[in-house]
């Protein structure tokens, strides 16, 4: 999703925040190599379920 197409999904009350939220998403729950599917509260809207933890 790019972030034009992000930023229109995104509540009002949080864009001013939603840079660091994605970044704290980032670093403890979406981690690059290790994601921690199983309790990201997206997993049912991730599109890439393959990245899913063993
Ligand atoms: S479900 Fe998607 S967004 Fe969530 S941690 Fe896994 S890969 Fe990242």
């Given at each position: 999703m790019g972030?034009?197409?992000l930023l229109k999904v995104i509540?009002?009350?949080f864009k001013m925040d939603?840079?660091?939220l994605?970044?704290?998403h980032g670093g403890y729950t979406c981690v690059a190599r290790k994601?921690?599917?199983g309790s990201c509260v997206?997993?049912?809207l991730c599109e890439f379920k393959d990245k899913t933890e063993v």
């Amino acid at each position: 999703m790019g972030v034009e197409k992000l930023l229109k999904v995104i509540p009002g009350k949080f864009k001013m925040d939603v840079y660091q939220l994605l970044s704290l998403h980032g670093g403890y729950t979406c981690v690059a190599r290790k994601p921690r599917c199983g309790s990201c509260v997206i997993e049912d809207l991730c599109e890439f379920k393959d990245k899913t933890e063993v």
